[in-house]
């Protein structure tokens, strides 16, 4: 006989039973717990209290692989005092990082999603099967901001066992779930739990993790969270823990963003997240009491980017997002969890408050566009900033090199070493706003300006670098070409 999964659940029915429906069944001795409308049900038996997980577990545990990656690290070797008193130098050592992660096969093709943080800066990627074939994998897509990577593996047309993506959305806080993984590089694991709670945004940007008790511990990154019908309800990504093993707190990326960043990866070749082009903040209690609100909630936009999504349907400075197609929106990471979830010209119903009421507007979420175009352009010529590289910012070039998207100007994005940039301080990031009292607006207007400045101008140079605007010290001009 197996032994009881779930021991406290006798406890559980004297607590329920006051609050819920009890009705005899006509073929069963004991008291059937019924919940309107739910499929859901408290076991009300030993028998039912000894059921068993392994038939999920058989179905589910063929789809999660292990994940080893090396990468090689150069180290810088200690000299010695001779060394240093000879003037002799070591050559850096190089050695190979080896670690290990989780992944789950979603296309019986060989698709498999993990965490971006498993597979970072890897040299060799290589996937172990349940079975323990081994197999090289590549990366097809990733996103460090949302922590999702989407690799491939060459199966010559064999077919691998997958898991379907849950795509109703139905999971409930206290719904049971199991995660595998590969902890601590021991082999496969099972554990079990129930999901603590849901929308949980305060621990990225962008994302509404599911949070769940079952053990989760390091290398269980990039395994699966699923439900008892074997649906993938999650992707494990990180745990709360001061010590580094499981307190009981484990937070899995949740189906619907994974489904996408999938569908993304295998039709585009990266991870398209779909923004609206509204900058906002999260709604306090003081601004809610100001706003007219009954509680804090929702984010209110403070900037929108001209002609974007958001611009086009008709939101407004002050306005304040209550939620996108139905799902509330509590907060920043919430709106972008959400607009990360939808498809490019995808139509929304998003709801605002604005002026003491409601209002919905359509909303087509859309990337963010290259406009206007980045025109690198590389500066030289008899002036301070000669080898510096300079571009037009946009929001599509932000998100591709993680700064504001909503951010205008002209960003030097490289400075060759030992060129008159570097030795004047320039940095990449840094934004050019004026050059001796002129505005520089554009990549082809800063290069024009330098261009035709003669050789006696005195040079006065602005740069906004990390919000923070200050004069160039200029002290190194090129020598003359």
Do not use: C
């Not at 789809?63 to 090396?70: D, L, R």
């Not at 993938?232 to 994974?258: D, H, Y």
């Amino acid at each position: 006989m197996k032994k009881p999964i779930l021991s406290l659940l006798s406890g559980l029915l004297l607590l329920v039973g006051a609050g819920q429906n009890i009705s005899p069944s006509a073929h069963a001795k004991e008291p059937v717990l019924s919940f309107p409308g739910a499929s859901r049900v408290v076991p009300t038996s030993n028998t039912q209290v000894q059921l068993s997980y392994s038939p999920v577990v058989k179905q589910t545990a063929p789809a999660v692989v292990n994940v080893f990656t090396s990468r090689t690290v150069r180290a810088r070797s200690r000299s010695s005092f001779f060394d240093e008193m000879f003037g002799f130098g070591r050559a850096p050592q190089e050695r190979t990082q080896s670690s290990l992660g989780s992944g789950v096969i979603v296309r019986e093709s060989g698709i498999i999603v993990t965490n971006a943080h498993v597979v970072k800066g890897a040299d060799e990627l290589k996937i172990v099967l349940n079975d323990r074939r081994e197999f090289e994998a590549k990366v097809i897509a990733q996103d460090e901001e949302i922590d999702v990577a989407v690799l491939k593996i060459e199966t010559n047309g064999e077919r691998l066992p997958s898991l379907s993506i849950q795509s109703d959305g139905d999971l409930e806080i206290g719904d049971i779930v199991l995660a595998i993984g590969n902890p601590f590089g021991v082999g496969q694991t099972v554990t079990s739990g129930i999901v603590s709670a849901l929308g949980r945004t305060n621990v990225t940007n962008v994302s509404s993790f599911i949070q769940t008790d079952a053990a989760v511990n390091p290398g269980n990154s990039g395994g699966a969270l699923v439900n008892l019908s074997g649906e993938l309800i999650g992707v494990n990504t990180a745990i709360f823990s001061r010590s580094g093993g499981s307190n009981g707190i484990g937070f899995a990326i949740p189906a619907e963003l994974v489904a996408r960043a999938v569908d993304s990866a295998i039709s585009e070749g990266r991870i398209v997240k779909p923004w609206i082009g509204a900058r906002t903040d999260a709604v306090d209690a003081t601004m809610a009491s100001a706003l007219g609100l009954d509680r804090s909630k929702g984010a209110v936009i403070n900037d929108i980017y001209p002609d974007g999504p958001a611009d086009k349907a008709g939101l407004e400075k002050g306005d304040v997002i209550l939620s996108v197609d139905g799902t509330a929106v509590n907060d920043n990471s919430g709106l972008r969890f959400k607009l990360a979830t939808l498809r490019r010209g995808q139509n929304s119903k998003v709801t605002i408050w604005r002026d003491g009421r409601e209002r919905i507007y359509d909303v087509t979420a859309d990337t963010p566009q290259e406009s206007p175009a980045r025109d690198e352009r590389k500066l030289e010529g008899f002036h301070p900033l000669d080898g510096a590289s300079a571009v037009n910012m946009s929001p599509a070039l932000g998100e591709e090199l993680g700064f504001d998207p909503y951010v205008r100007g002209v960003m030097v994005l490289k400075v060759e070493r030992g060129s008159a940039a570097n030795y004047n301080r320039l940095r990449p990031g840094d934004f050019i706003v004026d050059i001796n009292g002129e505005d520089i607006t554009s990549a082809r207007q800063l290069d024009s300006f330098l261009l035709t400045a003669d050789e006696e101008t005195e040079w006065n140079v602005s740069v906004d670098r990390n919000g923070r605007i200050g004069v160039l010290p200029i002290r190194y001009m090129p020598r003359e070409k």
